[in-house]
């Protein structure tokens, strides 16, 4: 029972509270998932690097959401939170960065 209660603890950690949610006051949650990936050069790379302008960041159902700006980081398949006002104004928390993106189209 002592290794279930250390495992929920170390599990359980709240994901928000590395984002600065003072930055995301009006926005709605819209959705949580793992980014699998990116596109590069019209190839997917695995892993996560970061956004740089115009970069696909692929989700690991394969949707996905552009960068609007370029911010550099390493993640290995880290969880990302999409909050949105509307289709134009979209930022995206990963690992306490936010950054701003649109529809991947």
Do not use: H
């Amino acid at each position: 029972m002592r290794w279930f209660v250390v495992a929920m603890v170390l599990l359980c950690r709240p994901a928000l509270a590395e984002c600065d949610l003072s930055q995301l006051i009006g926005y709605t949650l819209v959705l949580s998932k793992t980014i699998d990936g990116y596109v590069l050069d019209g190839r997917r790379v695995s892993g996560f690097q970061g956004c740089t302008r115009d970069r696909v960041l692929l989700f690991s159902d394969n949707t996905g959401v552009r960068c609007k700006e370029t911010f550099l980081q390493q993640g290995n398949f880290p969880r990302a939170f999409l909050f949105a006002r509307n289709p134009n104004d979209m930022k995206l928390c990963v690992e306490g960065s936010i950054y701003e993106v649109a529809q991947a189209n």
